[in-house]
């Protein structure tokens, strides 16, 4: 397929009770300690009415360096998923510094000819860029299982907790649009305005990363997107700088709007030094180009995380701080569906 086509948006067929979601090891690797959170994940999947199954290389110990295992292993396995009828969708038990090893090894027939969601943030979307670039397949951008189902969820107040979970089985399951996602008061106008448009993008950093593959999205992608990102650890001047490629690849003159999330230790944001806040930071780069940016917005590495469809249209108005889902992540159920 010539990555500069523009495919048809590829959805998902719409989970139904008692599907198989496998969650398996796409990047880091699962430590024992973290063994109780992950319990505490396949318990938050099977109360949204579907079974739970933990890949082969999702176990305790296994590891190679900073990975679940090999790259080539975690291909292997991942494309066995891809090609499995009854894995319904895969969910990342964590983030990492994996996947660009095995971008290159991923079966993107088996995706276009059954096409699954694929849940998780940080290293994952690398997946979910590369992957929407390659098939058209909506990227569901998503808190990771273990630290993220079975962590922050469970240490989150019981009504956010259930909110979280009535839409993220919404989003797996429902055929209609969402609408508009639920505000906090962290959300900040950092610039007014509205926009519509594909909600592209992830982790800052992958961005830029996936930028510099031969899998990078054509720059037509981001004609009127709707860009989000957040960025974990690092520099401000990091922030700074990768905007700034953004800026190069004169991906900023395209887009329609930005929602920016909540930023997770960054050394140099408000400190007492007079350093620039991450506010200062986007609009310095951004410079007099008039979009909507919408800050603030709780997804990425600071806690529980909203859904950030990627591939999806959304209507963002930054001064009435509202992000609404206009379309529906999932396709609908097949009339009948005999052996499926």
């Not at 796409?26 to 109780?36: F, K, R």
């Not at 329609?256 to 400190?271: F, N, R």
């Not at 800050?295 to 108005?317: Q, S, T």
Request: proline letters at 8%; charged letters at 20%.
């Amino acid at each position: 397929m010539s990555l500069t086509a523009l495919p048809q948006l590829l959805r998902p067929r719409a989970l139904r009770p008692g599907d198989l979601v496998v969650i398996a090891a796409l990047s880091g690797p699962l430590h024992a300690v973290n063994e109780p959170d992950l319990e505490q994940a396949v318990a938050v999947l099977e109360r949204m009415g579907f079974r739970v199954r933990r890949a082969p290389l999702l176990e305790a110990g296994r590891h190679h360096w900073w990975s679940a295992a090999r790259p080539a292993e975690i291909a292997e396995e991942f494309n066995g998923l891809l090609r499995d009828p009854e894995v319904r969708a895969i969910i990342a038990h964590d983030g990492g510094q994996s996947v660009l090893g095995y971008l290159d090894l991923i079966d993107v027939e088996a995706i276009a000819a059954d096409p699954k969601p694929i849940l998780g943030y940080s290293d994952i979307s690398l997946l979910h860029l590369v992957l929407y670039a390659r098939t058209g397949l909506v990227g569901f951008h998503t808190d990771v299982a273990t630290p993220g189902l079975g962590g922050h969820w469970q240490r989150a107040p019981a009504a956010r907790s259930t909110e979280l979970e009535k839409l993220y089985s919404t989003l797996l399951t429902g055929t209609d649009p969402i609408g508009a996602l639920p505000t906090a008061p962290s959300w900040e106008c950092w610039r007014a305005g509205r926009a519509e448009g594909r909600l592209i993008g992830g982790v800052i950093n992958r961005i830029v990363l996936a930028q510099a593959t031969p899998y990078a999205l054509p720059l037509e992608r981001f004609d009127g997107a709707v860009l989000f990102w957040e960025e974990a650890g690092g520099q401000a001047a990091y922030v700074w700088s990768y905007l700034q490629v953004l800026r190069h690849a004169g991906i900023l003159d395209r887009i329609s709007g930005m929602v920016v999330g909540i930023p997770h230790a960054i050394d140099g944001l408000d400190s007492p030094d007079a350093s620039p806040t991450l506010r200062e930071i986007v609009l310095d780069v951004l410079g007099d180009r008039d979009i909507p940016v919408l800050g603030n917005v709780e997804f990425g590495h600071a806690g529980p995380n909203l859904p950030m469809p990627v591939g999806i249209r959304v209507a963002l108005d930054a001064q009435q701080r509202t992000l609404s889902l206009l379309e529906p992540a999932v396709r609908p159920l097949p009339a009948t569906t005999p052996g499926s």
